[in-house]
């Protein structure tokens, strides 16, 4: 008979709790056919091997399962980093990770955040766009090799300058690791999230992306309406002032 314990009925609850996460992922990114297709290929392929006892069948269907994985790997990388990372970055699990790595906060003070205050500010005024990401724990190398190399202690004229509409440099995202700019001219992954307001274009989205892919800051200003917001592990908070600003950068910098 059925020999059935508070180990299977764990068992059970996990492969749930898997396959309930699966399913939010993939409906999020827009491919929940997919997901519905390989249960229903897992069910045949089940059926067929477990069930019917189809030896050729089976045997073929079993080849298709391991070629599979590495397929839906393939298929599915960027929402399984996404998945991993935001598991990564869960409080708990960081706060866990630090006790054995021990924190690697960038070296920023006040100084630092003022400079970037003050141009946004000026920037906003003059509507000028600008896209800006600071670099917290997670590295932006790849970004960065997508722009160019500054390498430059953080000044607010300087940074105005960059975003001025005739540099060369003012398309693209600036990064700024620790006290100096690193890099400007970056591209940055767009987000494909639907819960953007309309009215926003790809600067957002952008800021959105990295804001997701990463733990950096990225602060945007509008050309359009000289709004000022942030985004932050996905998240966006719009139309700030220079006060509200400075508070936000100097909170997420534990400053
Ligand atoms: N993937 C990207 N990475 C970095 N910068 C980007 C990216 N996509 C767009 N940008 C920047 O955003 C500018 C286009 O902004 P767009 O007008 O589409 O955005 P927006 O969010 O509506 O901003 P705004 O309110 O300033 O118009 C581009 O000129 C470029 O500088």
């Given at each position: 008979m059925f020999d059935f314990g508070i180990k299977d009925i764990i068992d059970i609850f996990l492969v749930a709790l898997i396959l309930y996460y699966i399913y939010r992922l993939m409906k999020e990114s827009r491919s929940l056919n997919v997901f519905i297709g390989i249960i229903v290929f897992v069910l045949v392929w089940l059926f067929v091997s477990?069930?019917?006892?189809m030896r050729l069948l089976g045997a073929i269907l079993d080849k298709l399962v391991s070629v599979g994985v590495i397929g839906i790997i393939v298929l599915f990388q960027e929402e399984i980093r996404r998945f991993l990372y935001s598991l990564g970055a869960h409080q708990r699990f960081r706060a866990f990770a630090r006790f054995f790595v021990g924190s690697k906060e960038k070296v920023v003070d006040k100084e630092t955040i003022m400079p970037i205050v003050m141009a946004c500010i000026d920037l906003s005024r003059g509507k000028v766009g600008a896209l800006i990401v600071i670099e917290r724990g997670i590295r932006l190398d790849d970004i960065v090799d997508t722009g160019d190399v500054?390498?430059?202690?953080?000044?607010q004229r300087l940074i105005e300058n960059i975003f001025f509409?005739?540099?060369?440099?003012?398309d693209g995202a600036m990064i700024i690791v620790g006290k100096r700019i690193?890099?400007?001219g970056c591209i940055l992954p767009v987000s494909h999230s639907?819960?953007?307001?309309?009215?926003?274009g790809l600067r957002h989205r952008a800021a959105l992306g990295i804001s997701q892919d990463s733990d950096s800051i990225a602060i945007v200003v509008s050309e359009e309406t000289g709004g000022i917001s942030v985004a932050i592990n996905g998240e966006f908070q719009l139309r700030l002032s220079a006060e509200k600003l400075e508070n936000i950068l100097s909170k997420e910098m534990n400053l």
């Amino acid at each position: 008979m059925f020999d059935f314990g508070i180990k299977d009925i764990i068992d059970i609850f996990l492969v749930a709790l898997i396959l309930y996460y699966i399913y939010r992922l993939m409906k999020e990114s827009r491919s929940l056919n997919v997901f519905i297709g390989i249960i229903v290929f897992v069910l045949v392929w089940l059926f067929v091997s477990q069930v019917l006892e189809m030896r050729l069948l089976g045997a073929i269907l079993d080849k298709l399962v391991s070629v599979g994985v590495i397929g839906i790997i393939v298929l599915f990388q960027e929402e399984i980093r996404r998945f991993l990372y935001s598991l990564g970055a869960h409080q708990r699990f960081r706060a866990f990770a630090r006790f054995f790595v021990g924190s690697k906060e960038k070296v920023v003070d006040k100084e630092t955040i003022m400079p970037i205050v003050m141009a946004c500010i000026d920037l906003s005024r003059g509507k000028v766009g600008a896209l800006i990401v600071i670099e917290r724990g997670i590295r932006l190398d790849d970004i960065v090799d997508t722009g160019d190399v500054i390498d430059a202690r953080i000044n607010q004229r300087l940074i105005e300058n960059i975003f001025f509409k005739n540099s060369p440099l003012h398309d693209g995202a600036m990064i700024i690791v620790g006290k100096r700019i690193r890099a400007a001219g970056c591209i940055l992954p767009v987000s494909h999230s639907h819960d953007i307001p309309k009215e926003l274009g790809l600067r957002h989205r952008a800021a959105l992306g990295i804001s997701q892919d990463s733990d950096s800051i990225a602060i945007v200003v509008s050309e359009e309406t000289g709004g000022i917001s942030v985004a932050i592990n996905g998240e966006f908070q719009l139309r700030l002032s220079a006060e509200k600003l400075e508070n936000i950068l100097s909170k997420e910098m534990n400053l």
